[in-house]
Each structure stands twice: as structure tokens, then as C-alpha cells.
């Protein structure tokens, strides 16, 4: 844990605005990322037939966020480069937001504790490619509103969001590229 971990880069947003598939670019480039909580607790949740599920216990679904996603921190320590994260904490704070569940004291310690880059990349909702899926079972709108809850998650644990463009996923990698190296950017030291 540290005040604030330079070399942990996060691309939030709401689901199917294309997060994971610029993720999964950026991995394919040989960068270091990390696997989106919640695909991968539904996943594993569906496989085991557990109740962790946002559609089930939604509760329960944040709490193995959040473990997940201290889980991936402490990994990322053991890298000597930068790491991008599918999500952060925060995350973790706008999903039980949007829910209308309480944020547990110690999921708000997290957030506040567990520090990411001061610039976090937000993908907007994006319409034309929106798509739902097994995993993915919100409508527009309720991306949309995810969206908006994360925006308001990140910009209140006071990090500075620097919103994707609705481009091809190419670009968006050159942006993220091009943001994080550009003026008045503190660049991620190699650890």
C-alpha cells in the first residue's frame, strides 16, 4: 500500500463501453493488467453455484470485489513496471452506491487506503457498442448509471478522470499512452 502508487493505472466505467477490450489490448502489447472483479467473481460464482451474485446478494457480490480487487494490489507490488487495473476499489464504493446498499466503514478505508494513479481513465457509455452478455445483464440505461457512479466514486476519493474517447480501441490505447506521458504528467516509475 502506498499514498499513491504511480505505476497502478485504472480504466473504469460503466459495462460494455469497452474497458476490458482496451485491456485486453494493452496485455496482448506485453503491458501488465489486471482481470475485472466482477466478471471474474460471477464467473467464479456460477461455476461453484454460489450467492454472490449481483442479481442474488448483491451484498456479498461487493464484499468479493473488494477482495478481489485487494488481491490484484498486492500482486501488482511484485511488478517492476507499470500495472493497469480493470477497476479499482473505488469501484467498489459506486457499485454499493448505484445498489442503494450502505458502504461499509471498511470498504471506505480501502478506497481511501489502497491508492491508484492520480489520473484514472473512465470510459463513457457508448451506445453503438453496448452489448449484453451472461455476465453483463444491465440495460443502457443502468450502464449509464453505473457510469455516473463511478464518476462521482473516483472524483470523491480525489482522483482526476480523464475520459476515453468513443474511438477505435487502437486510439484509445494511444491516448492512454500519450496522457500518461504528455505534459504536466507524473510519469510511472519503474519499480
Given at each position: 500500500m502506498c499514498a499513491e502508487c504511480p505505476s497502478y493505472i485504472?480504466?473504469?466505467?460503466?459495462?460494455g463501453s469497452g474497458k476490458t477490450t482496451l485491456l485486453d489490448l494493452m496485455r496482448n502489447a506485453g503491458l501488465a493488467t489486471t482481470e475485472e472483479?466482477?466478471?471474474?467473481?460471477?464467473?467464479?460464482?456460477?461455476?461453484?453455484?454460489?450467492?454472490?451474485?449481483?442479481?442474488?446478494?448483491?451484498e456479498a457480490f461487493a464484499e468479493l470485489m473488494l477482495c478481489w480487487e485487494l488481491r490484484s494490489y498486492g500482486i501488482a507490488a511484485g511488478q517492476r513496471r507499470p500495472v493497469f487495473f480493470d477497476r479499482g476499489i473505488p469501484d467498489v464504493v459506486g457499485?454499493?452506491?448505484?445498489?442503494?446498499?450502505?458502504?461499509?466503514h471498511h470498504v471506505r478505508t480501502a478506497a481511501q487506503l489502497f491508492r491508484y494513479h492520480h489520473r484514472v481513465f473512465v470510459a463513457p457509455p457508448w451506445q453503438e457498442i453496448y452489448e449484453r452478455d451472461s455476465e453483463r445483464e444491465q440495460t443502457f440505461a443502468e450502464a449509464r448509471r453505473t457510469y455516473e457512479s463511478m464518476v462521482e466514486s473516483y472524483t470523491e476519493y480525489g482522483y482526476e478522470l480523464i475520459e476515453l474517447p468513443r474511438a477505435p480501441v487502437e486510439e484509445r490505447f494511444r491516448f492512454v499512452r500519450e496522457t500518461l506521458d504528455g505534459p504536466g504528467a507524473r510519469p510511472a516509475p519503474e519499480t
Open positions: 485504472v480504466v473504469t466505467g460503466g459495462p472483479a466482477g466478471r471474474g467473481v460471477i464467473r467464479d460464482q456460477v461455476a461453484i453455484g454460489g450467492r454472490a451474485l449481483p442479481w442474488v446478494d448483491p457499485y454499493l452506491r448505484l445498489e442503494k446498499l450502505p458502504v461499509p
